[in-house]
C-alpha cells in the first residue's frame, strides 16, 4: 500500500483547497448551521456553481460536460470537499450525478449519452431509483413489477419501496420482469419511467428520524416510451450490477474522513462530560480509534490498488460492512456517554446519514441524529448479511448459500 500523494495530486489538493476558500465564507460550518429556511436555496445555488466550473460530475468525461479529471484528482476533490463539510450537489445527485450518469456512460446509447447526461447536469432531471419492492429486497430478482409492450411504450404496473429522494425527482430508473417465462434475473429489463404522470402515485414514509426520503411507488399502467432502455430487453440484470457498482464504490477514503470525525467530536464528548476517567469509556473509544484507524487503512488499500488497476474482489462489500457498524457503534457509545441527555430531541431531526457537517460535541439532538441514521445504514445498499455472502462465496471460496425454491 503507498499512502502518499503524488506532487500532482497535491497541486490539484491546493487548487481546490483555493477554490473552497474563493467560494465559501469565512466562518463556514457546515451546511447544517445554515437556517433550515436558506439550506435548499443555497444548495441550488452550490449545486449551479459546481457546473460552472465542472465539479459537479468530475469524473465524466469533458465531452459530456463533465470535469474530465484523474481517479486520484477525483478522490482528491472529495476528499477536501468532505474536510470542507461542502456536498458535491443536491440530495437527488447521489442517484441522478453517482449513479445514474456513470449507467448511462457505461451501458447506455450515444444517443442516450447527449440526450441524457445534459439534463441530469442543468438539474431538468432529477433520478430515483426503483429497485426495492415489499417482497423483493435483497432477493431483488423475485421483482414482481411487469413491463408489457404496447406498440412504441411500455406499460408499467407494480410497486416500489424505499425509493430515497422519489418525492424530489421526475425520472426513476426501474427494474421490471418484461418477460415472466425466462428465469428469475433473466427477464428483467432496466426501463426509464416519467414520474410526472397520471399512471404514478408517490407515497412518502415517515421513518424513525422523523424524515420523509423514503417512498413508495405505485405504478398503474403507467408508461413510458420504447425507447427508455439501458441495454437490451431482458438483459436488464447486467445493467443493475453494473449500477450497484456505482452505488457500493468511490468512498474508500471519503467516508473514513467522516468517520474519524465523528470519533474525534465523541472524544471531546467524552472529555466534556468527565467520562474520560471511566475505564470502560477509555476502552470504548480506543476500540473505536483503532478500527478509524483500519478503516482508513484499508481504504487506502484499495484506492492503492484501483490507480494500480489491480482491484482485489470484495472491497466494496468489506469497506461496506466495516464503516456501517463502526458508524452504528460510535453512536451507541456516544449514546452512553450522554447518558439521559441522549434521549433529548430539540427541533426536527434530519434524516440524512453521514452528515458532512461538523457536529457539535455537545449536541445531543445531533448524535441523536447520527444514531437513527446509522441504523439503516447495514441495510441499505445491499443489506450487510448480503456482503458477508459475497465475501465468503467470492473472496474466500465458500461454498454458496442454497436457493430457496419456489
Not at 86 to 104: K, Y
Request: glycine share 10%.
Amino acid at each position: 500500500m503507498d499512502a502518499t500523494y503524488s506532487a500532482g495530486a497535491d497541486e490539484y489538493r491546493a487548487r481546490i483547497r483555493s477554490f473552497l476558500a474563493r467560494h465559501l465564507p469565512p466562518d463556514w460550518a457546515g451546511v447544517g448551521a445554515l437556517p433550515a429556511e436558506e439550506r435548499d436555496g443555497w444548495l441550488e445555488g452550490w449545486r449551479r456553481l459546481l457546473n460552472e466550473h465542472r465539479l459537479l460530475a468530475p469524473e465524466w468525461p469533458a465531452e459530456y460536460g463533465g470535469g474530465g479529471l484523474t481517479a486520484i484528482e477525483q478522490v482528491v476533490m472529495m476528499e477536501e470537499f468532505t474536510r470542507a463539510g461542502v456536498p458535491r450537489g443536491i440530495p437527488t445527485d447521489t442517484l441522478s450525478i453517482n449513479m445514474m450518469g456513470p449507467t448511462f456512460l457505461a451501458c447506455g446509447t450515444e444517443e442516450q449519452k447527449q440526450y441524457y447526461l445534459p439534463r441530469i447536469l442543468s438539474g431538468q432531471d432529477r433520478w430515483c431509483q426503483g429497485y426495492s419492492e415489499p417482497d423483493a429486497g435483497s432477493d431483488l430478482a423475485g421483482l414482481r413489477t411487469t413491463a408489457v409492450r404496447d406498440g412504441d411504450e411500455w406499460v408499467i404496473n407494480g410497486q416500489k419501496i424505499w425509493t430515497s429522494h422519489g418525492h424530489l425527482a421526475n425520472w426513476i430508473f426501474v427494474l421490471c420482469r418484461t418477460d415472466p417465462d425466462r428465469p428469475k434475473n433473466r427477464g428483467i429489463s432496466f426501463l426509464l419511467c416519467p414520474l410526472d404522470q397520471p399512471g404514478v402515485e408517490i407515497r412518502s414514509i415517515l421513518n424513525a428520524a422523523g424524515g420523509r426520503d423514503f417512498n413508495e411507488v405505485f405504478f398503474s399502467d403507467a408508461r413510458t416510451p420504447a425507447r427508455c432502455i439501458v441495454g437490451e430487453v431482458n438483459e436488464g440484470w447486467n445493467v443493475t450490477n453494473q449500477l450497484l457498482a456505482f452505488e457500493r464504490g468511490g468512498d474508500a477514503t471519503t467516508v473514513p474522513l467522516v468517520i474519524q470525525s465523528l470519533v474525534d467530536k465523541l472524544i471531546e464528548l467524552a472529555r466534556r462530560r468527565d467520562r474520560l476517567a471511566d475505564p470502560v469509556v477509555r476502552q470504548q473509544l480506543a476500540e473505536l480509534q483503532n478500527r478509524a484507524g483500519a478503516l482508513q487503512s484499508s481504504g487506502l488499500r484499495s484506492l492503492t490498488s484501483v490507480l494500480a488497476g489491480t482491484e482485489f474482489p470484495g472491497a466494496s462489500s468489506m469497506s461496506k460492512v466495516q464503516w456501517t457498524e463502526l458508524y452504528q457503534d460510535i453512536t451507541l457509545v456516544a449514546m452512553d456517554v450522554l447518558g439521559p441527555d441522549g434521549a433529548a430531541h430539540l427541533g426536527v431531526v434530519t434524516s440524512v446519514p453521514l452528515p458532512p457537517d461538523a457536529t457539535s460535541a455537545n449536541d445531543s439532538p445531533t448524535w441523536l441524529n447520527h444514531l437513527l441514521c446509522a441504523r439503516p445504514a447495514s441495510i441499505y445498499s445491499g443489506s450487510n448479511e448480503i456482503q458477508r455472502n459475497i465475501i465468503g462465496e467470492r473472496v474466500l471460496g465458500l461454498p454458496r448459500e442454497p436457493k430457496v425454491q419456489g
